[in-house]
């Protein structure tokens, strides 16, 4: 069955660090990746997404993800993370043969000025 | 822009009650969908619509039925509010795609049942 698995609940990182968070899925052909972010209190807004072509995705606000299909991992990176990027990121696939999404259960990120 | 605009964004209803919540989407998506988040549980889907008057029940249905009488609303029924239906209630659109677009979503319907 598909799945999306995002094995970090909560991570912190002081304003200006590196970002790296995680996310594998399970897919029996290539995927559609998706990264969204939610702010407090908010809906969901797309990051970036993956369907083919270059592994390295360019997303919003300086996000980027890379697909590594021997890992079957689309980890979302920023080189220098800024306080409003603190939420809740979520990874989805889109599930095959049809038009629903299936979410990771998400990553909280706390940042620390 | 799309959007997809919510009918509330706080509800407070009594156990027992009859709760509608509303969705509506301004960009003429096929598909639209009720999702409900829990923390720890991310994104459960409840109902999904790929068209008026076509549904097809997520992975939690139970306690939920939906109503899509226009292609622009979709409408989410709790027939009988339960303490254990307070959650986080998210809307989303797509247009039909086989899974290459992204879901746009509304900013959420938080419910309380007591």
């Known amino acids: 069955a598909q799945s999306v698995t995002q094995p970090d609940i909560h991570i912190t990182v002081s304003e200006g660090a590196s970002l790296e968070l995680r996310c594998n899925y399970s897919y029996g052909a290539t995927p559609y990746l998706f990264w969204y972010v939610q702010s407090p209190g908010q809906g969901l807004q797309l990051l970036l997404k993956?369907?083919?072509?270059?592994?390295l995705v360019q997303g919003i606000k300086g996000f980027e993800a890379e697909f590594k299909r021997s890992q079957s991992s689309f980890n979302l990176r920023k080189p220098s993370v800024h306080w409003s990027d603190a939420a809740e990121y979520f990874c989805?696939?889109?599930?095959?043969?049809?038009?629903?999404?299936?979410f990771g259960t998400g990553t909280r990120l706390q940042v620390f000025p | 822009d799309v959007k997809v605009t919510q009918s509330s964004r706080y509800l407070v209803k009594r156990t027992g009650e009859k709760v509608f919540l509303e969705c509506v989407q301004d960009?003429?998506?096929?598909?639209m969908f009720w999702y409900r988040q829990d923390p720890g549980l991310g994104l459960r889907l409840i109902y999904f619509?790929?068209?008026?008057?076509?549904?097809e029940k997520g992975d939690i249905p139970e306690g939920y039925s939906v109503s899509r009488e226009k292609k622009e609303r979709f409408s989410l029924i709790l027939e009988s509010a339960s303490t254990n239906q307070t959650s986080m209630y998210l809307c989303?659109?797509?247009?039909?795609?086989?899974?290459?677009?992204?879901?746009?979503f509304g900013p959420g319907t938080r419910l309380t049942v007591t």
């Open positions: 619509s790929y068209d008026v008057k076509m549904k």
């Open positions: 989303a659109s797509s247009p039909s795609s086989g899974g290459t677009y992204e879901q746009y």
């Open positions: 993956y369907f083919s072509g270059d592994t």
């Open positions: 960009m003429d998506h096929e598909n």
């Open positions: 989805a696939v889109g599930a095959m043969n049809t038009d629903k999404l299936i």
